[in-house]
């Protein structure tokens, strides 16, 4: 039993701090008509996807130390605060339906991530200008584009990347001669320090470019020919220390050499 | 500077500030600067309601500004330490010591070491009596109510409600400050506002044996002090945008006080006590602020936040409300702690409108006997109602929380918990729906009682760690036949610190900066608490834990 239903039981705040407890159903103004809960039961389900929009989106500034899961979350959140006709998963607990690219690796920025994006409304490019009003500074739309709703997924489209780094701590011209040994190499044995342990992979393997471009170590890489390099790890090979890494691209590629954006 | 510290650490997004709703001020065009210090990392004092209130309270000042800081993790910290750089305030990224304020917020004891930390990172001495100047060090939250244990390491503790008095004692300090005034003279005038304890003007007075026998205020200074509190919450300072984190926070959704205080005087609890008297917010306000909030963040989830919110005496029809409003926009309602003797079919058909987030109960112990000890009056039978009302409406998991080690409790009390987690069990999944395929499961959350000062049990000495160890063996006993039951249990060692602290009075003052120069820090986490240190520490000045926590 506590003082709003039995009476005072005498703890002497109120009178010390001149002040009482503040019930709503004490004062008619805040009381609220009982509610017809049976009635409101009736939910309209969450709408379902009728279009699909693919966006190419910049990640820069200190956005880039973000995590992956991190845009995605802002990403949602910016959804929600646009206002934009969003479509939801059906199920138990709805989610916004959206899905992405590649993963963004902390501390890499650059101007071609992808995700597409469902909307349970017809929407047109410029309402896309919403979206872009509730990102925050170093999350930018750099194109959209409505997509077939029945395209291949990003994840399974976009097979291609390439990276510009820039180094220190090094002399570019060995950086080249390096990029060039491994370039020219069968394959490049590379022990690779996951959290619990190690594992060997080749860097060559998925590697179709290795060299230096105007003062920039910059590499090309194919993401569904084994494990993809990372950008540390090319730049200890080629023996240089990393200030700032850039992914110039996220695109699709055929085995006959043809790069094309997932469009 | 910071893309090379950024590029060595871990989670370097926690530390880059700039978030959707920050303020940022010209630092120039202020004349008060005040930086609020969150004793853990950012990913927890993200999700602290008090801080955002504060923020918002003194940002709304345009003099004035209010930046944020959090503890930062080792790999940062120590590469702070390698460049020389101070600990720096999240916003304008200046070190704490150009402020004129450092507010420390007291959420929990284990955190007080980090303040210490916080201190020695930012340059400023740990001994109050060792400052000069400004900033003036200043702690308030829930902590405050027993402040001696820190009373070396800060100059000025808050006791209530905040989100006026960080405000009025900002201006001050700027008055002064302008006026040439002397720290001790800014002390002085402080100590003179209601609610605010300087401990520079009390001294503890001990008895023959050592022990603690009364505190003797200096001349003119209030030899009482009367916390703070705000009498309307209809005119809080509830900030309608909050600062979106970009990582993920401890509680990642929209924060919305819906009352301040609980009156039901359960026996153990400081809040129920500190918080008093129960201040409701009217449900056109708490409307009017979701609506705000939820355009203004994009969060899925509304919290409702209080000590006890199903108690709010317009819960089900603001529910309804809330969920008819939002739910097409897929935002859900979700009710973070649960009185099972308020919980309702009805309640339970509103929580579960958008998602089901899990859903806990607090019946606090086993048996009868023992709730009625602790004055939590709750009966079996609304516990069952409640569980019912739950499966019915779908729920497959929820969690309860018990606490062990209560004044009067025994070894049959115990095995109460196992009995009720039986019927709970049997109850869930009478009313499971035969279409619901997921398993049953039922988390007990088991901490140990921790007396605290000012509630009804602060006189009870805590369990020995042993005897807490034995009633945790035995409780794992008794549940063990049910399979869908799991218990996990609060660390022993860190309950009696934690009684010992909450309890503590002056002379643990030079313990605790002991203990943070053995390495004691972030003590509230498993892998960073070392009981072995806090030993060392309390033998170094000739007490130990056990003496203050039983």
């Not at chain 1, 009728?50 to 802002?74: F, I, K, N, Q, Y």
């Not at chain 1, 470019?209 to 080629?238: H, I, N, T, Y």
């Not at chain 2, 007291?106 to 990172?121: A, D, G, K, P, V």
Request: with cysteine.
């Amino acid at each position: 039993m506590d003082c709003r239903e039995g009476g005072c039981t005498g703890c002497g705040v109120c009178p010390a701090l001149g002040v009482k407890n503040m019930l709503c159903s004490d004062d008619p103004a805040r009381v609220l008509p009982p509610a017809d809960i049976t009635s409101r039961m009736k939910q309209t389900p969450p709408a379902a996807a009728v279009c699909r929009w693919r966006v190419r989106l910049a990640v820069e500034g200190p956005l880039m130390w973000l995590s992956h899961l991190d845009l995605l979350s802002t990403m949602e959140k910016a959804l929600r605060r646009s206002k934009l006709p969003l479509a939801f998963t059906q199920g138990f607990n709805p989610h916004i339906q959206m899905s992405w690219g590649p993963a963004h690796p902390v501390g890499i920025y650059g101007d071609c991530e992808w995700l597409d994006i469902m909307f349970g409304a017809p929407i047109t490019v410029a309402d896309l200008d919403k979206l872009q009003a509730q990102l925050p500074d170093g999350m930018r739309i750099v194109e959209a584009r409505e997509v077939d709703m029945r395209a291949a997924a990003l994840m399974a489209a976009v097979n291609y990347a390439e990276y510009r780094l820039q180094l220190t701590d090094c002399d570019m011209a060995q950086v080249a001669e390096k990029a060039a040994e491994v370039m020219a190499a069968e394959s490049w044995p590379y022990t690779r320090k996951l959290p619990k342990e190690s594992k060997t992979i080749d860097l060559r393997a998925p590697l179709l470019k290795l060299m230096v471009e105007d003062g920039a170590l910059v590499f090309a890489c194919r993401l569904d020919k084994g494990s993809a390099p990372r950008p540390q790890e090319l730049a200890a090979v080629c023996g240089g220390k990393l200030v700032k890494v850039q992914r110039s691209m996220l695109a699709v590629a055929t085995d006959d050499g043809g790069i094309t954006l997932p469009w | 500077m910071d893309n090379e510290l950024l590029a060595r650490v871990e989670r370097p997004g926690q530390y880059i500030g700039n978030e959707v709703g920050a303020v940022k001020k010209d630092w120039e065009a202020v004349q008060g600067r005040m930086v609020f210090a969150f004793p853990d990392t950012y990913e927890i004092g993200m999700s602290n309601l008090g801080m955002r209130i504060i923020y918002e309270a003194i940002n709304r000042e345009p003099e004035l500004l209010c930046e944020r800081t959090f503890t930062p993790l080792d790999d940062m910290a120590a590469l702070m330490k390698e460049k020389g750089m101070p600990l720096f305030s999240w916003e304008s990224r200046r070190p704490l010591k150009d402020f004129d304020m450092i507010g420390f917020t007291l959420q929990y004891e284990m955190s007080y070491t980090n303040i210490l930390y916080m201190l020695e990172l930012a340059g400023i001495p740990l001994d109050r009596r060792e400052r000069t100047g400004l900033p003036l060090i200043v702690a308030g939250g829930s902590c405050a109510y027993n402040p001696e244990p820190l009373a070396d390491a800060i100059d000025i503790f808050i006791i209530g409600d905040g989100e006026f008095i960080d405000t009025e004692l900002l201006r001050l300090v700027v008055k002064m400050r302008d006026a040439g005034a002397s720290r001790r003279e800014i002390l002085r005038a402080a100590a003179d506002i209601p609610g605010l304890y300087v401990p520079e003007f009390y001294t503890p007075q001990y008895d023959e044996n050592g022990k603690y026998s009364g505190m003797e205020a200096a001349d003119g200074v209030p030899q009482r002090i009367v916390k703070r509190c705000l009498p309307d919450m209809d005119d809080d300072v509830f900030p309608d945008k909050q600062i979106l984190p970009y990582t993920q926070t401890v509680h990642d959704r929209v924060m919305l006080e819906v009352m301040r205080g609980c009156e039901r005087g359960c026996r153990f609890c400081q809040a129920g006590i500190i918080y008093r008297p129960v201040r409701e917010k009217s449900p056109q306000k708490l409307m009017e602020q979701a609506r705000k909030l939820v355009d203004a963040t994009g969060y899925e989830e509304i919290g409702l936040i209080s000590l006890s919110t199903a108690d709010y005496s317009q819960v089900v029809p603001m529910m309804v409300g809330m969920n008819s409003e939002f739910r097409d926009r897929g935002v859900g309602v979700a009710l973070p702690s649960l009185r099972v003797d308020a919980f309702s079919v009805d309640l339970a058909s509103q929580v579960c409108q958008v998602r089901k987030s899990g859903l806990t109960f607090a019946p606090e112990a086993g048996s009868q006997r023992m709730r009625d000890v602790i004055n939590k009056g709750v009966q079996e039978e609304d516990l069952f109602a409640a569980v019912g009302a739950a499966f019915s409406q779908g729920y497959t998991t929820i969690k309860l929380y018990f606490m062990i080690g209560l004044p009067y409790e025994t070894m049959e009390d115990i095995a109460a918990i196992g009995e009720l987690c039986k019927k709970v069990l049997a109850i869930a999944r009478r009313n499971k729906p035969a279409d619901v395929k997921k398993q049953i499961r039922i988390n007990l959350g088991v901490s140990s009682f921790v007396p605290k000062c000012n509630t009804p049990f602060q006189w009870f000495g805590q369990n020995t760690p042993e005897q807490l160890k034995e009633k945790q063996r035995y409780l794992i006993e008794c549940v063990k036949p049910l399979r869908p039951v799991s218990v996990s249990f609060h660390d022993v060692p860190i309950s009696q610190l934690e009684a010992a602290l909450a309890r503590g009075d002056r002379r643990l003052a030079p313990v605790l900066k002991t203990a943070y120069q053995l390495g004691c820090r972030f003590d509230g986490w498993d892998e960073y608490f070392d009981p072995k240190k806090w030993e060392q520490a309390f033998a170094e000045h000739g007490y130990t834990i056990a003496q203050f926590a039983e």
